[in-house]
Every structure is written in structure tokens, then in C-alpha cells.
């Protein structure tokens, strides 16, 4: 199997992939959707909606070089024309294995959600985390 579907397979058993449009709808809404992919053979409707839901969850948008029977052979749910990966270093690596194969047409995207991805990880690093109460 291809690196980046193991990949999207990691990030769907981590509870971290939305799979089906209204998954996707609902991630991008509520803005925990980093990547949205659309797969190659997905019509022309549901690639609009990914990309109007990638724009309202400020979310990257791609169309893949899988087909939606591939896709659902990660998923395990029928033949998905869309998912959305909800984690940033997750998506960053499923692009930047997409740009090694095809850098013309993935290098953008996968330098962006490199740098997005880096940006999360560092206000994390710096947000104090929480002190546990302790019984008095």
C-alpha cells in the first residue's frame, strides 16, 4: 500500500480523518479540518462543496491521485469522495509524500501546511499548560 494511505490509515484510526461529505462539513465548520481531499474520480458537485468547506474552515484543499475506491479502502466506508484530515502534522506529511511524487503540482501546498503545521506545534510548546488543582 502507498505511504500516504497508511498515513491517512494512521490518522483514521487516531480518530484524526473525517471521512464523507458530511463529516468533512461538519470538521470544516467547526474549524478541526487541516487538509480536505477530494479524490480524483469524485464529482464535480462534491468537489465544489470541499472546496467551499475548505474555505470556510480555513482548511487547504487538494484533489488527490486516488480514487474514491482507494480511498475507501483506508476508510473502511464505501467509496468517499472527500475527507478531511483533522491534524496538522498529519496532513503536512500526507503532503509532503504527495510532493515528492508530483512536486509541480503538490510542493505549494505541502510548504504551506509544512509551515501551518510548524506554527500549531510552536504555540503549543509556549502555551503554559494546566496546573492541576490540588485539595486543601
Not at 474549524?31 to 474552515?57: M, V
Not at 483506508?74 to 484530515?85: E, F, W
Request: hydrophobic share 40%.
Amino acid at each position: 500500500m502507498d505511504r500516504n494511505l497508511q498515513l491517512l490509515g494512521i490518522a483514521k484510526k487516531a480518530g484524526l480523518l473525517a471521512v464523507g461529505g458530511d463529516d468533512v462539513s461538519a470538521s470544516a465548520r467547526t474549524g478541526k479540518a487541516r487538509l480536505i481531499i477530494s479524490a480524483s474520480d469524485a464529482s464535480e458537485g462534491s468537489q465544489r462543496r470541499a472546496r467551499i468547506n475548505a474555505e470556510t474552515g480555513n482548511a487547504l484543499c487538494v484533489v488527490v491521485p486516488y480514487t474514491k475506491f482507494e480511498l475507501g479502502s483506508v476508510t473502511q466506508r464505501g467509496s468517499p469522495g472527500t475527507l478531511a484530515v483533522l491534524d496538522a502534522g498529519l496532513a503536512a506529511g500526507f503532503m509532503r509524500g504527495l510532493a515528492e511524487a508530483d512536486p509541480e503540482r503538490y510542493s505549494k501546498a505541502a510548504k504551506l501546511l509544512a509551515e501551518r503545521a510548524e506554527s500549531i506545534a510552536a504555540k503549543k510548546k509556549h502555551t503554559p499548560s494546566g496546573k492541576r488543582r490540588t485539595a486543601q
